[in-house]
């Protein structure tokens, strides 16, 4: 299966050779602007909002940015492994069964539409695949014995795997999401796509595999189908970092601020929190909201919001104030060096 080239460098505006710093603002400032919780045009802040999590989930990722870069200048040969991966990458596959239907023959292919990730990215950067284990038979004669005995009964088909990427409010209210499974047997080119809801509960740690039964793999000789097996991805937030339960906010203050305190409003994922950031805020200071993270376990309790202190220097200043830090630096009794 053919699958479109993504330019991510396009997709966040960034040249090739742009810093990781230049990219993570890039994609912060693009993901505050189409966040679907705060654009006007929620169904199109939406898929671009994915587009640009995608992006930043590879060019944000050393390995996966130099993984892409090779594969921009061999596109060609790429395209030439039918789809797959250069053996030089390693990790990354395609949606395929290890055989045919019927337990031999070419693979069957999958391609999932709402997962949150393009077929590029699946192809290439995903974790999906089919699921399974394969058992030596010892010699031919024993191989060949052995597919005639299975051929002769029911099987189950293979369980096939998936990303599916989620934001954090989805995370926290839980939702449900419409997704479509197309399959292509290869022998007879027939295609038959699925429609099917998968529900995401609130509060779904990152890594968990939501299973929806039966949409994976077809059976032969009678068996049943294989199950679909979705991994949780949180998207990346332009403000929060998830670590478990928790979330994690970089607060930038500015020097008096952290010395004589102050109070900020913090845009939390249900609205707007107070803090309070007392006199003497060190840098990296963590000041600790309790209950403002994401629910976890069956209780649902939340985690903490943990707010991060950025202490940020000035560094253009003004005649008036130049003339100011001079009159505290001549006053002050205080030298971090004592």
Request: net charge negative; proline share 5%; no cysteine.
């Amino acid at each position: 299966m053919s699958v479109e080239f993504k330019d991510y460098y396009a997709t966040l505006g960034v040249a090739r050779d742009a810093k990781e710093e230049d990219i993570k603002k890039a994609f912060r400032k693009l993901a505050r602007k189409h966040h679907p919780d705060v654009a006007e045009d929620k169904k199109g802040a939406e898929e671009k909002f994915k587009e640009i999590n995608e992006a930043y989930e590879v060019l944000g990722d050393p390995v996966k940015r130099q993984k892409y870069d090779t594969l921009g200048s061999n596109w060609r040969e790429a395209e030439q492994h039918q789809g797959q991966a250069p053996p030089q990458w390693g990790g990354g596959r395609r949606y395929t069964s290890a055989t045919g239907p019927q337990g031999q023959g070419p693979a069957q292919e999958f391609h999932f539409d709402g997962t949150g990730f393009s077929d590029f990215f699946e192809q290439y950067f995903g974790g999906g695949g089919h699921s399974g284990q394969f058992h030596g038979f010892g010699d031919e004669e024993g191989f060949a014995e052995e597919m005639h005995r299975q051929e002769n009964r029911p099987r189950r088909g293979h369980d096939v795997e998936g990303d599916i990427l989620v934001t954090l409010h989805e995370v926290l209210h839980g939702t449900e999401r419409p997704l479509s499974l197309a399959t292509t047997d290869p022998r007879t080119g027939k295609r038959e796509a699925k429609s099917f809801t998968v529900r995401i509960p609130p509060g779904a740690p990152e890594g968990k595999r939501i299973r929806v039964a039966g949409h994976g793999g077809e059976g032969a000789g009678g068996g049943a189908a294989g199950d679909l097996f979705l991994k949780v991805r949180y998207a990346a937030h332009p403000d929060f970092r998830a670590r478990g339960g928790d979330l994690y906010y970089d607060l930038d203050l500015a020097p008096w601020e952290a010395v004589l305190g102050t109070e900020v409003v913090v845009r939390g994922l249900q609205g707007g929190i107070k803090v309070r950031v007392p006199a003497g805020t060190a840098q990296n200071a963590q000041l600790r909201l309790k209950g403002q993270g994401l629910p976890q376990g069956k209780t649902g309790e939340r985690g903490d919001l943990y707010v991060i202190a950025h202490i940020q220097v000035p560094t253009q200043l003004s005649d008036q104030e130049l003339a100011l830090w001079q009159k505290l630096a001549s006053e002050s009794h205080f030298n971090p060096r004592s």
